[in-house]
Structures are given as C-alpha cells and as structure tokens.
C-alpha cells in the first residue's frame, strides 16, 4: 500500500512537468487541446529576438552570480574557519539572516535603497555625463548575496568534515602556507565548491521575484515568461519552458553526483 | 619560510568582500525599509521623509491579505508534512539501500525546477480547460478549483513536498530498526508502535522541513498569484501592488517590516518551543 502511495506522489509530483514537455510538441494553437506532433513552437521560440535576449540577460545573471558566489563563499568559509568569538557569531547570524529574509523582502529594500541612493548623486554626477540606474549587474548583486550564504554553509560542511593530519602532513613536509592550499584544502573543497557554483547557477537562472523588483529595464527570461503567462497561454511558453526545465535537471545531477562523490573520496581517504 | 605572513590580516582579507555585501546590500537595505516605514508616500508616489506610526495604523487595510498568508500558509504547512511523512518512511524504511538516493533526489529535483513553470502548469491543470472540463464532459458541472483557497492549498503541497520529504527522511533513516523490533517484543501493537516510537523518533525532521516549508510560503508570490489569481492573495502579493502599481513605498516598507517581524518571531517561537522539545524527547528515547 505503501509502495502504491509512493508512485502516486511520484505521479503527482512529475506529472505537470511532463505535461509543459509534452504540450510543447504541439502543433496547435492552444496549450492544452492536442492537435498533432510538430516542432513549430522551438523554431518560433528560438527565432523570438524577445526571447533570446532575455535567455542571453539570464545566462550573463547565472554565470556572474555562480562565479562570484563560489568565490566570495569559499573565501568566507575560510575566513570563519580562523576565527572564534564576536566576529563568528556576527557573520554566522547574518548568513542565516541572508538565507531567512524572503526573496521578496530582499528584491524590494535593494530596490528602494538603490533607487534612493540614485537620486541622492545622480543630480552631482550628470554633468560627468554619469547616470546609475537599476539592471542586470543589481540582479547580480542580490542573487550573490544570497549564495554567499548558500556556498559558504557548503564548503564549510566540507571544511568541517576534512582530515586536518593532511594539512599537517603538508606542513610537516615544509610545504608553504599556500602550497598547502593549492595542493591539499583547494582539491579536497573542490567538489563542495563546484556543488555551490552549480546550485548559485540554478537558482539566479530561475529566481522571478528578486529580479521583478530590481532588473529596472532588463529583462529576464523569468520576467519573459511571467508577462507572456499574464498576457495568455501559448505553446511556445511551453517551448521555452520545457528547454529551462530541462536544463536544471541537467545542472541538478551534476551538482548531486558531484557532491556524493566528493562524500564518497573524502571517507576512503 | 621567507615571509611569515599575518594570520589577522589574512582573516580580514578573507571575510571582506562578504562583509561588504552583507553591509551594503543587506543591513543597510533592510534599515532603508525600516526607515521609509516611518515616512510619507510623496504625491506621485515614493517617498518623503517624515517620521509617523501612520503607516502601521493602515496596516488593517491590508488585514485580508496578513489573514490569508496567515492561514493558508500554516494549514498548507500542515498539509504538506501529512502528505510527506508516509513518502519518507517509504523511502526510509522500504526501500532497498541502492535505490535510496535516487529515489530521494527524485523527489527533491522538482523544487529546483522553475517555480514559475511548475505553476503555470498547475494553472493549466486546475484551469477551466483542466480538471474542471474534464469534470463536465462527465456531467459533473461548475466545479471551480484555480482562484480557490484550496487551489493554492494543493500548489503547497505540491511545491513544498519536495522540501519537507528530505528532512524527515533523515530522522527516519537514522531510527534504529532494533527499537522497533523491541517495540513488538514487549506487545505493542503496530498503530501503538507508530504512535509511541516512531513518530516521535521523526519529530525533528518533520520540525525541520515545517519551518523550511513555513518560512518560503509566508514570502510567496508566484503561487498565490498564478492559483489565488487575484481572489486569494498572500503578503507578497500585496507588496508587488504597493511597490510596484501604487508606488505607496512607506506603506509598503511597513508591510515588509511587518511581514519580517512576523517571520522571526515565529521562527524564534518555533526553536525555542517545538524544536527544544522534540529535542528533548528524542533525548529521552535513545
């Protein structure tokens, strides 16, 4: 009964998704009345200037914001890994606080901070012939604060969990400082990094709600997609979507198989 | 070694770049809120400095808006963990251990997938092409789900299942078989087993995945607003009008300080009491 109850949630769970993927494939007009097999919608998607420059937009948000991410997030791993007291304390409550605030919050006090500062110097700044506004690099900056939080509680399970008579061999090898780190912590983190860099990805690529508030006048495939949802349902949204979807599940697995092996290497040695 | 280098400094270099980012695009963000609650909407909309409790009185107007966020997110919290808890214990205790993972992972990819994909699809689903017509042609008439609470009770479980399976799964899994076994040694019966070993073994996890669970629906958008469509809004909802149609920030701001504020009290309710508790009682048991 048990078992019955599982595929049941298994159904439940990959049904929709199925039906974005299969809808996508149909040669109608409408999303959910089938009239026959036809790739009409992918060419009309990817010959869509609308849509290929939102994907571009996103694609630019999710590789800025991986890359930065991994980074800064491995750097303060690191950093909280050397220190004790006032200053641990601190920074682990602001990752949580980081990871807590809803999205939401976070896309609405950048966007009235931004703004406000904005107006504050741009009026000193016009006759440099310099304008700030909202755009893709405020996107960026939202979405990298949050996966700092998310790499940096990754790669400091990773720190937690590795063998420290390593780093001591090292040195008792009279490798310097920073050759113990190239060569020993770096390729032992590598797979919680990776993992990180991955998961930053997927979420900049997929996040709706921060972006609404602060992409000013960029816009991202989320965006796209929501106005096109509002404005009516066509199957070329399930065209497009069904290439998104497929996507992160391809990101997903990887991240998954990187971080079982990294947990698998990390025990054998 | 040619130079020795200083451990304090590299620390500082180390934390700086997330330092900056929490300072400027966190703290700092988050005081401008606090801040512009306390202000005036300027004439054309935005903000005009001022220092009022106005915009915390008005709060009651958008009383429908904390209502349903504070009711539908709850039930739908509750809903979610019933409908996890048997998927956990399946996947814990009946499967075979080379299956385990995939199958974990499996239940856990879609939350990664896109939110507003997986409720646009739901959209369709519920819609009056969907379930509904389907409902019609069988003679069953004017059944309406999509702009119901329970349209946007089912998008909860759906969406949040993913999220509340793994943390149960976990508090399952670590169960010691043997208990069980000693359970039905000494005569209790199966249900009794469940009820007085099992289940409080799971609490923890279940705490976990609830508050995860607790915490993305009170701040949610997309769900309410594809399934609620504009009959069953939430919070977040309510933010998008005021940020972004009415352009009544300090009102707004004072609606997100509100939302916050809630959220952490909760939270901190939540540890204290639920997870302190379960804590001790599984103390109690090993």
Redesign the interface.
Do not use: C, D, H, N
């Given at each position: 009964m048990?078992?019955a109850?599982?595929i049941c949630?298994?159904i439940?769970?990959?049904?929709?998704?199925s039906?974005?993927v299969f809808?996508s494939f149909n040669a109608g007009k409408?999303?959910?009345?089938w009239e026959g097999f036809s790739l009409f919608w992918y060419g009309k998607a990817f010959s869509n200037p609308l849509i290929m420059g939102a994907l571009k937009t996103s694609v630019i948000i999710a590789l800025s914001t991986a890359f930065l991410s991994a980074i800064?997030?491995t750097?303060?791993a690191?950093?909280?890994e050397?220190?004790k007291g006032w200053?641990r304390v601190t920074?682990d409550a602001?990752i949580y606080?980081?990871i807590?605030?809803?999205?939401?919050?976070?896309g609405?006090?950048?966007?009235?901070?931004?703004v406000?500062f904005f107006d504050l110097v741009n009026p000193s700044l016009a006759g440099l012939g310099i304008k700030f506004q909202m755009g893709t690099w405020a996107v960026i900056?939202?979405h990298?604060?949050f996966n700092?939080a998310v790499v940096?509680l990754l790669v400091r399970a990773r720190l937690q969990g590795m063998d420290r008579s390593l780093v001591d061999a090292s040195e008792d090898l009279y490798a310097?400082?920073l050759g113990t780190f190239a060569q020993v912590v770096l390729p032992l983190l590598a797979p919680a990094i990776l993992a990180g860099f991955l998961?930053a990805f997927?979420f900049s690529f997929?996040d709706?709600?921060i972006a609404?508030?602060v992409s000013g006048p960029d816009t991202t495939l989320?965006i796209y997609?929501?106005s096109s949802?509002r404005r009516g349902?066509t199957p070329e949204?399930n065209a497009v979507?069904s290439v998104?979807?497929l996507t992160?599940?391809v990101l997903?697995?990887a991240a998954?198989a990187v971080l079982?092996r990294g947990e698998r290497t990390a025990r054998a040695e | 070694?040619t130079t020795t280098?200083r451990?304090k400094l590299?620390?500082a270099l180390?934390?700086a770049?997330?330092?900056l980012?929490?300072v400027f695009?966190?703290?700092?963000?988050?005081a401008?809120?606090l801040l512009?609650s306390f202000g005036e909407r300027a004439p054309a909309g935005g903000?005009v400095p001022a220092f009022t409790l106005q915009n915390y009185m008005d709060l009651p107007a958008r009383g429908k808006a904390f209502f349903n966020t504070l009711t539908l997110a709850p039930f739908g919290t509750l809903l979610t963990a019933l409908?996890a808890f048997?998927?956990a214990?399946?996947?814990a205790v009946?499967t075979s251990p080379g299956w385990r993972?995939a199958l974990l992972?499996?239940?856990m990819?879609?939350f990664?997938?896109?939110?507003?994909?997986?409720y646009?699809?739901?959209?369709?689903?519920l819609?009056n092409?969907?379930i509904p017509g389907w409902l019609a042609t069988l003679g069953i008439a004017d059944v309406r789900i999509i702009n119901t609470p329970w349209a946007v009770l089912i998008g909860a479980v759906?969406g949040f299942?993913?999220l509340m399976v793994p943390p149960i799964y976990v508090s399952l899994e670590k169960l010691d078989k043997r208990l069980l076994e000693a359970s039905a040694d000494l005569g209790a019966t199966p249900i009794r087993t469940f009820l007085q070993v099992t289940l409080p073994l799971a609490l923890p996890g279940v705490a976990t995945g609830s508050m995860l669970v607790f915490?993305?629906l009170?701040?949610d958008?997309?769900l309410p607003q594809?399934l609620g469509g504009g009959k069953v809004f939430f919070i977040?909802n309510a933010?998008?009008d005021l940020?972004?149609q009415s352009r009544n920030?300090p009102f707004?701001?004072a609606v997100?300080v509100a939302?916050?504020a809630i959220?952490?009290v909760t939270?901190y309710v939540y540890m204290r009491f639920v997870l302190s508790k379960s804590g001790t009682r599984r103390a109690a048991l090993v």
């Open positions: 048990l078992r109850y599982a949630i298994y439940f769970l990959y049904l929709p998704i039906l974005i809808f409408y999303a959910m009345a800064i997030g750097l303060t690191l950093g909280l050397r220190t200053l920074f602001l606080i980081a807590m605030v809803p999205g939401i919050v976070i609405i006090s950048t966007l009235i901070a931004f406000s900056a939202a990298v604060l700092i940096a310097t400082p998961l997927t997929e709706f709600i609404y508030f989320p997609i929501f949802i349902v949204i979507g998104v979807l992160s599940f997903l697995i998954q079982r | 070694m280098p451990p590299v620390t180390l934390l770049p997330a330092g980012f929490f695009l966190l703290l700092a963000p988050l401008v809120v512009f903000y409908f048997p998927m214990y399946f996947l009946k993972v992972i499996l239940v990819a879609p990664w997938t896109s939110q507003l994909l997986r646009y699809a739901w959209m369709m689903i819609g092409k969907g759906y299942l993913p915490i993305l009170m701040g958008y997309i594809f977040g933010l998008v940020f972004l920030w707004g701001a997100s939302l916050v959220m952490f939270i």
